[in-house]
């Protein structure tokens, strides 16, 4: 199926499944390779190396840049299906395996008649790649995944008319711009996932969050609210319904102020924030303009 997201009958598509074991081997043979392949190559939860567009990246962006976000590395797990004969199907994820409310994407294939999802995406992929639970999901073929992607591609560059710029529409689409391993063991993970929120034109807000995670469970620290007017931390204070809860943070307070046993984690996310100042700083100053 030729579109602009997968590309299952390309050259690299097909070497890719080759490198990997090959078409003769079983679906979940060949996903649990594809997913070792993300690890070893590294490959990166970001946007911030192209935030405007693409706005979905295909599975061939994902091969040359090793970067993407959820969608990105289901195209390239539903292409490698495909290519190899497969069944393949695209899972719009609404609540995680963790009880969650996500707005997520995975792959799916079928294993003797029943549709399982395959996750590339930390830190289901860490704990629950292969067969992952998640909760609340609707499953998509590929056309019409694909249909899907052109509908809200269109509806984001419609929406983006307001900041008269076109480029705008790739973060609206997708402001889900950057999550980095700070902390990982055989049992947990722990990471800051950036996200930048644009609330009208020429306003922005971009929200750090260390979140950790474990095979049962996920939770937030600590965040760093940054806008034009102030930058502050909140601590995870009460108890949330789910890790989005806005209801469990703190008041705003000065890094002085945090419990001492959180200091660790705001040391480790602002040193995030200066390692991709670059990069955030391009992004705020268009959306800014």
């Given at each position: 199926m030729a579109n602009s997201y997968i590309h299952p009958t390309d050259p690299e598509i097909q070497q890719l499944v080759t490198n990997l074991g090959g078409p003769a081997q079983s679906a979940m043979d060949l996903m649990a390779a594809a997913l070792d392949w993300f690890d070893t190559e590294k490959i990166q939860y970001s946007r911030l190396n192209a935030p405007f567009a693409p706005l979905q990246r295909s599975d061939l962006d994902v091969v040359h840049w090793h970067s993407g976000t959820c969608g990105d590395f289901s195209n390239l797990l539903v292409s490698l299906l495909v290519a190899a004969g497969h069944p393949a199907a695209y899972a719009t994820v609404q609540k995680d395996c963790y009880g969650d409310w996500q707005d997520h994407i995975c792959a799916a294939t079928q294993v003797a008649g029943r549709w399982v999802l395959i996750d590339a995406?930390?830190?289901?992929?860490?704990?629950?790649?292969?067969?992952?639970?998640?909760?609340?999901?609707?499953?998509?073929?590929?056309?019409?995944?694909?249909?899907k992607f052109r509908q809200d591609e269109t509806t984001w560059t419609a929406q983006a008319a307001e900041w008269d710029d076109p480029c705008m529409a790739g973060v609206l689409y997708a402001p889900w711009l950057h999550n980095q391993t700070v902390m990982e063991t055989e049992d947990s993970v722990g990471s800051i996932f950036l996200l930048l929120s644009l609330p009208a034109v020429h306003h922005w807000r971009l929200d750090a969050y260390y979140q950790c995670y474990t095979a049962v469970r996920g939770f937030s620290l600590i965040r760093r609210v940054i806008t034009p007017a102030s930058s502050v931390y909140q601590f995870s204070e009460h108890s949330p319904a789910h890790i989005w809860d806005e209801k469990q943070w703190s008041l705003p307070t000065p890094v002085r102020n945090l419990p001492k046993k959180l200091v660790f984690a705001s040391e480790q996310l602002d040193e995030v924030l200066i390692e991709n100042k670059k990069d955030l700083e391009s992004v705020v100053h268009r959306a800014a303009q």
């Open positions: 995406t930390d830190p289901y992929r860490k704990f629950h790649g292969l067969d992952c639970p998640h909760q609340a999901f609707k499953l998509l073929t590929p056309a019409e995944m694909t249909a």
